[in-house]
């Protein structure tokens, strides 16, 4: 508040309750030890985004800065796969942890003004996953799984709920697209282009809202 806000007494900041409202904070009493604000919430936070991400867990510090920006984008269901190209050493990062995951989620509220925190489910065992749970919940949505160069154009706008399945940079083995296909997903591609996958979340994301 000092450093970054340099706020002082009577000024107005953006504030908002984790899983409430968002609104304006004025500050009454500032200095090293306390701050005290007069909080009014206002408003509701921004609507979530009706798509749920399955995405192959990707290298740590690629992790970090995505699930920064799903959060910014207002993607409120991660769910984080294990996958042939996945390395098993991933599965044991620290940036896995529940508290390294919440900070990341967290800043991602903050630059977008929302307070509602995403959902991060962890599946690190892919074919049981698929198989077992997946058909449950991809359920009423429209299913699509990004594959670089292979299936249909990626679709522009939806209309409806989506689930969203993005591999690993290279994409997923035919094995796991076959598995993916018999459940339902359509698979699709944004052109010829192998992208990292923190490019091509933030593309595909923009792509369908």
Same mark, same amino acid.
């Given at each position: 508040?000092?450093?970054?806000? =340099?706020?002082?007494?009577?000024?107005?900041?953006? #504030?908002?309750?984790? /899983?409430?409202?968002? /609104?304006?904070?004025?500050?009454?009493?500032?200095?090293?030890?306390?701050?005290?604000?007069?909080? =009014? *919430?206002?408003?509701?936070?921004?609507?979530?985004?009706?798509?749920?991400?399955?995405?192959?867990?990707?290298?740590?510090? #690629? *992790?970090?800065?995505? *699930?920064?920006?799903?959060?910014?984008?207002?993607?409120?269901?991660?769910?984080?796969?294990?996958?042939? =190209?996945? %390395?098993?050493?991933?599965?044991?990062?620290?940036?896995?942890?529940?508290?390294? #995951?919440?900070?990341?989620?967290?800043?991602?509220?903050?630059?977008?003004?929302?307070?509602?925190?995403? %959902?991060?489910?962890?599946?690190?065992?892919? =074919?049981?996953?698929?198989?077992?749970?997946?058909?449950?919940?991809?359920? &009423?949505?429209?299913?699509?799984?990004?594959?670089? &160069?292979? &299936?249909?154009?990626?679709?522009?706008?939806?209309? /409806?709920? #989506?689930?969203?399945?993005? $591999?690993?940079? &290279? $994409?997923?083995?035919?094995?796991?697209?076959?598995?993916?296909?018999?459940? /339902?997903?359509?698979?699709?591609?944004?052109?010829?282009?192998?992208?990292?996958?923190?490019?091509?979340?933030?593309? *595909?994301?923009?792509?369908?809202?």
């Amino acid at each position: 508040m000092l450093e970054v806000h =340099r706020a002082n007494h009577g000024d107005h900041l953006a #504030v908002g309750l984790i /899983g409430g409202r968002i /609104g304006t904070g004025t500050v009454t009493v500032i200095d090293r030890t306390v701050l005290e604000m007069d909080i =009014r *919430l206002e408003r509701d936070p921004p609507a979530a985004l009706p798509l749920t991400i399955v995405l192959a867990l990707p290298r740590p510090k #690629v *992790l970090r800065r995505v *699930l920064y920006s799903l959060s910014v984008l207002g993607v409120k269901r991660i769910i984080l796969v294990n996958a042939a =190209r996945v %390395e098993k050493s991933y599965w044991q990062s620290p940036f896995l942890a529940p508290e390294a #995951v919440r900070h990341q989620l967290l800043l991602g509220l903050e630059q977008s003004c929302d307070t509602v925190l995403p %959902e991060v489910i962890l599946k690190p065992l892919f =074919r049981p996953f698929v198989e077992d749970e997946l058909p449950m919940i991809m359920a &009423g949505t429209t299913a699509l799984a990004a594959h670089p &160069g292979a &299936g249909e154009p990626f679709p522009c706008q939806s209309s /409806g709920p #989506v689930m969203l399945a993005v $591999g690993p940079e &290279g $994409g997923f083995v035919p094995y796991e697209i076959e598995m993916l296909v018999t459940r /339902g997903f359509t698979v699709v591609s944004l052109g010829e282009r192998i992208l990292n996958v923190e490019t091509a979340v933030p593309a *595909l994301v923009s792509r369908l809202f």
